[in-house]
């Protein structure tokens, strides 16, 4: 768990982090993270002679914010955990807002990091899969019905590898920072190697690692161009374990994507420049937005 103390204009007062405790089970994470909120409260109190006015939490798996709920989440074993009215009440009354961990991260990234004053952004971590956050105007948009901004399972090699979304060919089979690191293990005989190791091995000029290499860029750059036709972003911002390669990802993922585009406006493709602090100062932006807008419509995310 990462957590911060946020100032008004996203400022970073305090961070600090703590293991979630997920061995011990699903409610000892519950106990963990209101516990770590209540010692952040307590030291903000300290610190700055006053409380947060309010609080932001960001989550993986489904959530539903209408009902501030963690409806689902397979890595910590959540099912239905009602989190607002929980943290709330933990924290003493103080509102509480509630979201998905990547929109919330690509949040952060639009209004502070790397999309700062562009008014259309898409967001693409590539970890463990692919997710991505569209921004409109200062906001993260979740859909109609939660879904919104699910890039990594665009269809880019129809009747491909079979996906856990029940689809086959999915770009995070074969884009994602995970997925990289199994074709370079089996590639290379190593199972240990990873994401990382076959940047390296690119940067020495290793043939089979940049066959690899290739192979994901190509498959990210079809998804991106899907994804920017659809949505015609001014900022198209990379993030996530893969884009830590620098270069050896972006100088050929931009020259994928041009050679992809026809009658598109070409965005600016440009790394994440929050890294790992992206997603508390996310839910430090959605708490302070709590204290100077009024909700108008309900969502689920995902």
């Not at 990873?194 to 940047?199: L, N, R, W």
Request: proline letters at 5%; hydrophobic letters at 45%; one cysteine or more.
């Amino acid at each position: 768990m990462k957590a911060a103390l946020v100032g008004a204009d996203g400022a970073l007062l305090h961070r600090a982090r703590r293991a979630t405790g997920r061995e011990r089970g699903p409610d000892a994470v519950v106990a963990s993270v209101l516990d770590f909120a209540a010692e952040l409260r307590a030291y903000g109190e300290r610190r700055h002679g006053e409380p947060a006015a309010a609080a932001g939490i960001a989550v993986p798996g489904i959530v539903d914010t209408a009902r501030g709920t963690a409806v689902y989440a397979a890595n910590l074993g959540w099912r239905d955990v009602p989190l607002r009215a929980l943290l709330g009440e933990r924290l003493g009354g103080i509102p509480v807002a509630l979201g998905h961990d990547v929109r919330t991260g690509g949040l952060a990234e639009g209004r502070i990091g790397a999309g700062r004053g562009a008014d259309r952004f898409l967001f693409v971590p590539l970890g463990t899969g692919i997710a991505g956050a569209i921004g409109i105007d200062g906001a993260v948009e979740a859909g109609a019905h939660g879904f919104a901004g699910e890039i990594g399972h665009i269809v880019v090699r129809p009747g491909g590898a079979a996906c856990p979304c029940g689809q086959h060919g999915c770009l995070e089979r074969y884009a994602s920072a995970a997925a990289v690191g199994a074709a370079w293990a089996a590639a290379s005989g190593n199972p240990k190697a990873d994401a990382a190791d076959c940047a390296r091995a690119v940067e020495f000029g290793d043939p089979d690692a940049e066959r690899v290499w290739e192979d994901a860029v190509g498959a990210l750059a079809d998804g991106l161009v899907t994804a920017l036709t659809l949505l015609d972003p001014r900022v198209l911002i990379i993030g996530g374990g893969l884009a830590e390669a620098g270069e050896t990802l972006f100088s050929p993922l931009r020259a994928a994507v041009e050679r992809r585009v026809t009658f598109q406006t070409l965005p600016s493709v440009v790394p994440a420049a929050l890294g790992d602090t992206a997603g508390c100062l996310g839910a430090g932006l959605m708490a302070w937005d709590l204290l100077t807008t009024t909700p108008t419509t309900s969502e689920v995310s995902t």
